[in-house]
């Protein structure tokens, strides 16, 4: 028996590669993950407890990269549930306080010149510590175009919004002809300098990244783009291909992670993902630290791991190998470094912002 990934999933490698295809295939339920690994008992209890709180969707692509005797494989522990998500006293819904940061449904704005425009609530799958848990996968929130032409009609009369971050959800699950909508919409508007997408679809679904696409995207230019990798099992040749296509229609490509426990808060997994990663000529930009989000206690650090971590890769890895470690707080993202912590107090580490705001983090034990 072959063991080619389409094979497992009996499918042909010509429907494995359509995005299409994936979308339409993805695993929903703890039955149908148990035709490709099975569940330890702690996955499946979770998946039975959670499903309604927090949708359990993955793509068969992204499931052929999950090793199938190991419940604490990195790519497994992203996006299967777990019990531990039950057993997090102190995570809040919103901890960034978006809803309040929003002058139109949609829209987070925190800074003068730039918003994240949160253009849908689907993603290829569900990422356990996904920031947006509030939004994302729920139903009630799926967006109507009057809602989406509402943003954009906010956008239009706030000249001071330069930088416009298509995020959501993630805007490659739309249809090419719905984004290009979007983009043609935004780049009508003489103020919008560039246009930026956050998209975690070169990871868990890097078949969406079609010529097609790539074609509709360089016609508004300039429009950059974050990704999303995590661990180095997610550099696969499909999502090294996905970047390449990205980077070759002159779009640049840099990378979002979170620091995670257990998935990437050593530093030799670290170096080995950042390293790779600008093999790939994609960027690492940011890892932020976990927010203090309901259900993912599990995945917290605590502040000085991820501080002794970024210090030790500086001399030991290329400079654009190291990403800034920041902490995203409702007055914007703050750089984190020894020097940025101004006081202690308890388990609270207290930060200031670019404009003056200090910020109380309670910070992971
Ligand atoms: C992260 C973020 C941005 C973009 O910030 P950069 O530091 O420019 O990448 C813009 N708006 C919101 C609400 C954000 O969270
Ligand atoms: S891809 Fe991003 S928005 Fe979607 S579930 Fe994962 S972290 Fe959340």
Redesign the pocket.
Known sequence: MSDAPWDRFGATREQWCDWGWQMRQRIRSAEELAKIIPPSEDEAAAIAALGDRFRFVITPYYASLMDRNDSDCPVRRQVVPRLAELDDPVGLADPLDEVAHSPVKNLVRVYPDRVAFCVNNE?A???R????KRM?GDEDWTMKRRELTAAIDWIRRTPEIRDVLL????PLVFADDRLEWLLRELRAIPHVEIIRLGT?LPV?LPFRITDDLVRMLERYHPIWLNT?FNHPRELTPEAAEACDRLTRAGIPVGNQSVLLAGINDDIATMKALCEGLVRLRVRPYYCYQAQLLEGTAHFRVPIERGLDLFEALRGRTSGYAIPLYVLDTPHGKVPLQRSAIRRRDGDYVEVEAWNGGVWRELNPT
């Open positions: 993603c799958l569900y990422c510590y996904c920031l947006r994302v995020t959501g959800g993630d975690r868990t999303h």
